[in-house]
């Protein structure tokens, strides 16, 4: 007897459909297992419980029939434990009986038979209930590989968000760190400004920012030659970050530049905190290639809203590099601060910083006019 499967790839073919049967020896099991050898199936016989368990969980086993008495099979619960040492997913089993009263019946199915094929059916009969019992095997298997197939592609899905999220964090560092001293690039520290501001304006708090730069700096890299530049940078960077807060932000925002932005940090604090930089670095010997270098920076402040003139977060860029220019007209290695500057000085600084503004706003809006050209 044949029976049709949709799903080929997951189906057994009706002639490798192997059948676990206890028979204990009995005449009339040995002549169901030659009838349903003929009709088709692969009889695989045990003699005992303890053998059919050892089959069960060493062969391939589509379907098993027991025949035993009532309480012995109940007692043993051998349907459950035969599912259980077998390595199929769902395997069906079948009851083999004497004529039963419908409460025998009922005990047999309670404990985890699937179906109770009585001695006075037909092979015809047993044979098609077998083939019911393999289509919902069939089933089962399917939506264990459908299940399997899942939980895999599920794996694959997780495995590749990890990576993306990993590529997200290379290109989001790649994107918003300086290549050379691994701080924040320019782009990165404005957006991080901006957003720092409107936090300070809005709740009252203080927002100091350090714009240093390396003095003479043209002169490490003639003299001691460019890579050791780029090492002294790479200290200078490695120094402020060790030194902030973790809610401080440092960026390299030009050649020697860096930027040190210092969220509810007052003139006081900013001030404190710029003249222990300048003393580490003044006190810092870098040495590249067996040879001392020794550097200093000029550091300028300004904050908010102490200094009254700031009223927008590129106003804390501007004048907290004025100051650093200011340190540098000074002599170097020093930190000025922007309310040091003379008011008539910071007043100019200011009104300069709006004409600046302006102008940048009449370029973006002024379009060149385009003068048409007349066909011949």
């Known amino acids: 007897m044949g029976f049709n499967i949709t799903d080929s790839d997951s189906a057994i073919s009706p002639e490798s459909r192997r059948i676990l049967i206890i028979h204990r020896g009995l005449p009339c099991q040995a002549r169901r297992c030659a009838l349903l050898s003929f009709a088709g199936h692969q009889m695989v016989q045990a003699r005992n419980e303890v053998e059919a368990l050892s089959i069960a969980k060493s062969q391939r086993v589509d379907l098993a029939m027991l025949y035993l008495p009532v309480d012995e099979t109940i007692d043993m619960d051998l349907p459950n434990v035969l599912r259980d040492v077998s390595f199929a997913e769902y395997l069906p089993v079948v009851i083999l009986a004497e004529n039963l009263a419908e409460q025998h019946r009922c005990r047999f199915l309670d404990s985890g038979a699937d179906d109770v094929i009585s001695n006075d059916l037909s092979i015809e009969e047993i044979d098609a209930r077998i083939g019911a019992l393999l289509r919902v095997k069939d089933l089962n298997d399917q939506l264990a590989s459908s299940r399997a197939a899942l939980q895999d ?127 580490e670095v003044y006190g810092r010997q870098f040495l590249v290639y067996d040879q001392d270098i020794h550097v200093t920076i000029s550091i300028g402040v300004a904050t908010f809203p102490e200094d009254a003139e700031i009223t927008d977060p590129e106003l804390v860029v501007y004048f907290s590099d004025q100051a650093l220019l200011a340190a540098k007209d000074q002599g170097r290695d020093r930190v000025v601060a922007f309310h040091e500057l003379s008011r008539s000085v910071r007043r100019r600084l200011r009104r300069q910083y709006l004409n600046m503004q302006r102008v940048q706003v009449e370029e973006k809006i002024c379009v060149p006019e385009i003068q048409g050209v007349e066909a011949d």
Do not use: C
């Open 153 to 279: 592609a599920l794996e694959r899905e997780r495995e590749l968000l990890v990576k993306l999220r990993s590529d997200n964090e290379r290109l989001h560092a790649l994107a918003t760190t300086d290549p050379l001293t691994r701080v924040q690039n320019v782009r990165s520290f404005r957006d991080i400004l901006n957003h720092e501001f409107k936090v300070a304006k809005r709740y009252g708090k203080p927002l100091s920012m350090l714009m240093l730069d390396v003095d003479h700096f043209k002169v490490v890299n003639d003299t001691h030659g460019h890579p050791s530049g780029d090492y002294v940078l790479k200290e200078l960077a490695v120094i402020l970050t060790q030194s902030v807060r973790e809610s401080d932000v440092v960026a390299r925002t030009g050649g020697e530049e860096f930027g040190v932005l210092l969220p509810r940090a007052d003139r006081e604090k900013a001030m404190s905190f710029a003249e222990r930089i300048r003393e």
